[in-house]
Nanobody, 124 residues
Framework: QVQLVESGGGLVQAGGSLRLSCTAS????????MGWFSQAPGKEREFVAT????????YYADSVKGRFTISRDNAKNTVWLQMNSLKPEDTAIYYC?????????????????WGQGTQVTVSS
């Protein structure tokens, strides 16, 4: 099992940047594909980005391509989401998640482990 703890959320003006961090417990972090999801009030949880466990290949939702960057350091058991050029519509709770599924995984139900979430608010 793995436990995930996110940090780095906050209030930022449109056009600004934030860097979210997610630190995992345990010694098997490198066995998991990691992902970030967002959930705005009244909406379903949405895929944001994912990074593979081995070659660190990445995949993004169209809405964040060119603005967000996911990265990881297996030695530090940490995955990050660098968020640039933030927009008010990016406002949501952001969740870190871990998946043991093979291949590109963007469906939330394929991630078995979740953090508690961190709030990101972008003002206009």
């Amino acid at each position: 099992q793995v436990q995930l703890v996110e940090s780095g959320g906050g209030l930022v003006q449109a056009g600004g940047s934030l860097r979210l961090s997610c630190t995992a417990s345990g010694r098997t972090f490198n066995k998991y594909r990691m992902g970030w999801f967002s959930q705005a009030p009244g909406k379903e949880r949405e895929f944001v980005a994912t990074i593979s466990r081995g070659d660190f290949s990445t995949y993004y939702a169209d809405s964040v391509k060119g603005r967000f960057t996911i990265s990881r350091d297996n030695a530090k058991n940490t995955v990050w989401l660098q968020m640039n050029s933030l927009k008010p519509e990016d406002t949501a709770i952001y969740y870190c998640a871990a998946s043991q599924s093979i291949g590109v995984v963007s469906a939330a139900n394929l991630y078995g482990y979740w953090g508690q979430g961190t709030q990101v608010t972008v003002s206009s």
